[in-house]
Every structure is written in C-alpha cells, then in structure tokens.
C-alpha cells in the first residue's frame, strides 16, 4: 500500500508569489490534514478536509487555503507569500479525520523557502 | 498557544542507556499520541495511549498518562544509534474545533 505523498519536495519562491502544494494520501483515506512546521512556531496545524470538506481551520490568515477533489487528493495554497512562510509543509492522511483521535499517516513533507 | 509542551528540548545520551521525555497538556484529552521525525522529514506514529489508560507498552517504548498532572511520558529503553530523532506528543483540542496540536518536540540524539 503507497504512503501519503506529497509533492514537491522542494520549492524555492520570492515574496509576494503564490504557491501550491500537493498530497495524495493513503488509498481509501478520506481526511487530509496539513501542517506548518517551522523553528519559531513548531508543528501547527492548518486545516483538514474530509470528503470535499473543509472540516476545521487553525489559526492562520486566510491566504492559507486548500481544497479536497473527489478522488482525496488535496492541495494547498498560500497567496502572496511572505519570507515567514517559509517552512516545512506536511500532510497527513487518516480514515476517519483528526477528531476521532486514530492515528495519522504523514508525507515526507514539501520544503518551502520564500526568498 | 500550543496544548502541549515537551522537555527537555534536547536529549543527548549513549547507546544503550534509556532516554524519558515528558509531555504536559492544558485541557482535558481523550487519548495523547506519540509522533517521532526523523530530520526534515515527516512524522510516524508510535503509540496512542487513552485517557483512560495509565501505562502502555509497545517493543521498547514505554508510555504513562497521569491525567490528574495532564502529563505524559516516553521512555525508550536500550536506545540505538537509530533512535536519533525528535519526538512529539499530540492531543486533539476540542476547544479551537477538534485540532491536532503538538508539543514543541524533544530532540534525542543517541551517541553510538
């Protein structure tokens, strides 16, 4: 069974640009969550969708934004990029989603650095 | 502001020695998980312990709830050169709308 992957692995943008991310999850998994992890903040946690649903959001400005397809592939976008976003993204894939407390799966992550 | 929190921050120890991190939470869980990360990659789960539990075991690590204190232990024993990695502990806060949130991470480095 393939694990959760994310792509790109890496990606170099300046300010202001924008930037999508992919993750395809775990074959059968519904819910995807994301994460932003950075020296300063840690691991904090973005959003989740489950079933073409955005289910909970963290606290972040709004130019963080994903979507889910039907397929549970889901991607996330961050317009005008600031030189604070730059980070290690990672999302994880789960059967159920965050809130029944199952175990979660994670990507290798996607190493965003904003110049 | 972070459920959990984690110390030490770092661990440096011998191969062969048992390396214990500890983890403290604000609210109320039903369970507490433990995540390790390799460097710059992403998250493998390791152990999911209830609230309902005091103490779960699997292979060489060993995990303790004490809901009163809203704490939480990982103890590694015979750590091996390959136990080099942060670890995290997560909780889901129902209070911001069932979130994930970790702890700030232990970083072990396991000397061979």
């Known amino acids: 069974k393939a694990g959760v992957t994310q792509t790109p692995r890496y990606l170099i943008k300046t300010r202001g640009q924008q930037v999508t991310l992919s993750c395809s999850p775990i074959?059968?998994?519904?819910?995807v969550s994301w994460y932003q992890q950075t020296p300063g903040q840690g691991l904090q946690f973005l959003f989740e969708y489950f079933s073409e649903t955005q289910r909970n959001k963290g606290n972040f400005p709004g130019r963080f934004s994903g979507r889910q397809f039907s397929n549970s592939r889901s991607e996330m976008n961050v317009s005008t990029l600031e030189l604070g976003d730059s980070a290690l993204y990672l999302c994880?894939?789960?059967?159920?989603?965050?809130?029944?407390?199952?175990?979660?799966?994670f990507g290798s992550g996607t190493q965003l650095s904003v110049l | 502001s972070q459920q959990g929190e984690e110390d030490p921050q770092a661990l440096s120890i011998q191969e062969g020695e048992n390396a214990t991190m500890n983890c403290s939470y604000k609210t109320s869980i039903n369970n507490l998980q433990w995540y390790r990360q390799n460097s710059g990659r992403g998250l493998v789960h390791l152990i999911l312990i209830r609230s309902n539990e005091r103490e779960k075991h699997s292979g060489r690590l060993r995990v303790t709830l004490d809901t009163s204190k809203k704490s939480s232990s990982l103890l590694i024993t015979a750590s091996r050169a390959a136990d080099t990695a942060s670890y995290f502990c997560?909780?889901?806060?129902?209070?911001?709308?069932?979130?994930?949130?970790f702890g700030g991470g232990t970083r072990l480095m396991v000397k061979p």
């Open positions: 074959s059968g998994h519904r819910s």
């Open positions: 997560a909780t889901v806060w129902g209070g911001a709308g069932n979130m994930l949130t």
């Open positions: 994880a894939s789960s059967l159920l989603g965050v809130a029944t407390n199952e175990k979660l799966f």
